[in-house]
C-alpha cells in the first residue's frame, strides 16, 4: 500500500477525502453548538476508530454504535462514552455489555419488559447498573414503542428493576429514506421532535426526568435548526454523504467525501462499459428500507453515465456511444449508500487533493454481533 498518488492505487479501492471529512464534521458539530445541544454521532457509516477520535475531538460528546462489537472495537481506541441503539437481549451479548461497561460510560436502548428484564438479570447478578433510553417509534415501525401510553407504560414497569437506570428516549425516523423532496424530509424531522418532545414532556408531568432525549438520521438533521425539548442528535451519514442524500436533496455531489475507485475492464459495446467494481464493492441499495430514491448503483463522478447492473466482481454501466471511455481507464463514483460499501472494504485511503495522506484500517468492518 505504499501509494502516493491516487493513480498508484490498486483498483477497486475506497478514497476518503479528508478536506470534505472535515468541513462535514465542523459543520454538523456548529449545528449541535448553534441550536444548544449534544452531537452524539453514529459510527456504523465509517467505522473507522480515527474519524470517531476525530468526532469527539471537534466536540461530540460521546458516539453511537449499533452492536456491541462495534462499541469494543471504539472503546479499545480510547472512546469512552458510548450509546448502543439497539436492542440487546442475547445473554452473551448482555455479558460483553457487562465487561463493557466496567470500563467506559455506556447506555443501551430498551423497548420491552421482555429485553429489561434480561438485562437487569445480567447487570444486578454482577452488583452494576447500565442506563438505558426508551426506543421511540416516530413512523419508521421498526423497533421502538408506539408514543404515548405505551411508551409511558414501559417506563412505568421497568423503573423497579435492579441494575437498571433510566437515562431518557430515542428515536430514529429513517423512513425519511423514503421521501422525494426536501419538504416532505422537513415534515418527518419536524414530527420526529415534536413526538420526543411532547412524550419527554409527559414523562416529566408524572415525574420521570429524561435526562437524554435524542433524535437523529442525517436528513431529518441536515434540515433540523433545533426543537424545545430535544437535546440530543445522532446522525451518522453526514461524515461521508452519498447519493442518496442527494437524491433527498439534503445533500451536493461536492459534499461528498466518500467515492469508490474503479477501472474500466471492458467496452464489448458502444453503449456499455464495464468495470472492475461490483456487488461486493458497491452494495445492492439503491434507498433506504426498500424504497429506491438513487438511479443506478452509485453515481459516476463528473459523467453521464449510469451503473446500470451489478454482479458480483462487474458493474456494468449503461454509457453514451460517444462517451471517450477506453479499457483502462479510472472512475471514481459515489456510492449510493455509505454505510454498507465502507462495510465491504477492509481499509480505506484518505487522500488531499488527490494525493495519499494516510491509510484507515476499517476497524469494525464485519463487527455485527
Known sequence: ?????????????LLIDLDQVEKNLQQMQQKADRCGVTLRPHIKTHKIPELALKQVQLGARGITASKVSEAEVMARAGIGDIFIANQVVAFQKLKRLLALSRKINVAIGLDSIAGAHRLSETFSAAGATVEYLIEINSGLNRCGVSPGREAIELVQAIESLPGLAFKGIFTHAGQVYGKTSLAEVQKVSQFESQTMS????????????????????TPTMKVWEGWSGVNEIRPGN???????????????????????????????ASDRAV???????????????????????????????????????????????????AVGDCIRIIPNHACPVVNL???AYGIRDNAVETVFKIAARGMVQ
Open 275 to 325: 468495470i472492475d467494481a461490483g456487488s461486493k464493492v458497491l452494495a445492492l441499495d439503491k434507498g433506504g428500507h426498500g424504497v429506491e430514491t438513487a438511479k443506478g448503483y452509485g453515481m459516476v463522478v463528473g459523467r453521464k453515465i449510469v451503473i446500470d447492473r451489478l454482479s458480483e466482481e462487474h458493474g456494468i454501466m449503461a454509457v453514451d456511444p460517444g462517451e471517450p471511455l
Open 198 to 217: 411532547e412524550i419527554a414532556r409527559d414523562l416529566q408531568d408524572l415525574g420521570y426526568q429524561a435526562q437524554t432525549v435524542s433524535v437523529g438520521s
Open 1 to 13: 500500500m505504499n501509494c502516493e498518488s491516487i493513480n498508484d492505487i490498486d483498483t477497486p479501492a
Open 238 to 268: 453526514y461524515i461521508f454523504n452519498d447519493a442518496i442524500q442527494i437524491a433527498l436533496q439534503v445533500a451536493k455531489p461536492e459534499d461528498c467525501a466518500l467515492t469508490v475507485l474503479s477501472t474500466v475492464v471492458s467496452r464489448p
Open 345 to 347: 472494504f477492509g481499509s
